[in-house]
């Protein structure tokens, strides 16, 4: 089974749209078997793209933090299953995935800063805003 995760740093990255690159993980028997980073660079919030990009992976499924509506729509419209609310580690996810113990709760990303504490901005002392 090939699943497709948004990675940042070794990281599930919580913003599916923002992602830079992918991590390609091939699980058998439950445990990780080969694992490869591919960049979509240039696809940032390219939903089309994006899906059509992991399914030429023949990815089965794509196991994310937060991702928009939008972009389940067109994943889900190829055939690709998403599994949305994930975090930790690229392998650990993988493997919990693989062993059923992976627990999505229901998160849409509208990546546009809600009260949810994915976002801090600290501006102080007025540090590069016109005056």
């Known amino acids: 089974m090939k699943i497709a995760m948004p990675a940042r740093e070794g990281q599930v990255n919580a913003h599916f749209g923002t992602t830079q690159e992918f991590c390609i993980i091939e699980l058998e028997n439950g ?3 080969n694992k490869q980073i591919i960049s979509n660079e240039g696809l940032q919030h ?3 793209g994006i899906a059509n990009m992991l399914k030429n992976e023949q ?11 939008h972009m389940i729509q067109a994943l889900e419209k190829l055939g690709l299953k998403v ?3 994930a975090a930790g580690s690229l392998e650990s996810v993988a493997e919990a995935y693989a062993a059923g113990n992976l627990v999505t709760r229901p998160v849409s990303c509208g990546c546009g800063g809600g009260g949810d504490g994915h976002h801090h901005h ?6 590069g805003c016109a005056h």
């Open 31 to 33: 445990k990780v078997k």
């Open 46 to 48: 390219n939903h089309g």
């Open 59 to 69: 990815i089965e499924v794509i196991i994310c933090g937060g991702i928009g509506g």
């Open 83 to 85: 599994v949305n609310g």
């Open 122 to 127: 600290h501006h102080h002392g007025g540090g």
